[in-house]
């Protein structure tokens, strides 16, 4: 079975101090990766995504995400917080089918709390 | 290019009630997945269609169905809501039913067992 894990139910950063959300994952095959943004009162919004390839993978509104496979981590970065990032982030994995077709699984999610 | 929309937006009902959700994915988008999201649980899986078939289900109870229409809009349906099926259930779409596919989401729907 995957799984997802959000160590953190908050984080609390600083504006424009850089800020890192955790996210680890287990998956019996090769994982696909995503982070998703939820502001409140809305539905999910798309990120970004490890497929293969490079390990830093660049999104929307300057965040980024570092795969590690050795370490099955899958962090969310943004070099400069913003007061407007705050809200809560989901890291979800979905397995390489090489196990079969899998659904998506989500993290419990991080509340980010960005301070003025 | 339209986005998800999800009908109605917020629904109240009673204990023993029944209700039906609706889910129009994105124009082009074929596979249609469904979350319920609580504050303990978070975001679970309900099930996935791709062409109007049930590709993947998740660990609720049958009172949880769905369909998709050949126009690959989706419906969900509770039947004898209990309390704790008071949630914000998303409906996300995809192009095609693929591992790596991105999932768009709608603003959900936010149901109130009383």
């Known amino acids: 079975a995957q799984s997802v894990a959000q160590p953190e139910d908050q984080v609390n950063v600083a504006e424009g101090n850089p800020l890192t959300v955790k996210c680890t994952y287990s998956?019996?095959?090769?994982?696909?990766l995503f982070w998703y943004v939820q502001y409140p009162n809305r539905g999910l919004q798309f990120l970004l995504k490890?497929?293969?390839?490079?390990?830093l993978v660049k999104g929307s509104y300057g965040f980024e995400a570092e795969f590690n496979k050795s370490q099955t981590s899958f962090h969310l970065k943004k070099p400069s917080a913003l007061v407007s990032d705050s809200a809560l982030y989901f890291c979800a994995v979905r397995d390489d089918g090489s196990g079969g077709y899998q659904k998506v699984t989500f993290g419990i999610g991080t509340k980010l709390q960005v301070i003025p | 290019k339209a986005g998800v929309t999800q009908t109605p937006r917020y629904l109240i009902k009673t204990r023993g009630q029944q209700v039906t959700l609706s889910c129009s994915p994105i124009?082009?988008?074929?596979?249609v997945s469904w979350y319920q999201q609580t504050p303990g649980q978070g975001l679970q899986f309900l099930f996935e269609?791709?062409?109007?078939?049930?590709?993947n289900k998740g660990n609720f109870p049958g009172r949880f169905s769905g369909r998709q229409f050949s126009n690959s809009r989706s419906e969900m349906n509770v039947s004898t809501l209990e309390l704790g099926d008071s949630a914000l259930y998303l409906c996300?779409?995809?192009?095609?039913?693929?591992?790596?596919?991105?999932?768009?989401f709608g603003p959900g729907t936010r149901l109130t067992v009383l």
């Open positions: 996300a779409s995809s192009l095609v039913s693929g591992n790596a596919d991105t999932q768009y």
């Open positions: 998956v019996s095959g090769n994982p696909y």
């Open positions: 490890y497929i293969t390839g490079d390990n």
């Open positions: 269609y791709f062409s109007e078939t049930q590709r």
């Open positions: 124009s082009g988008h074929r596979s």
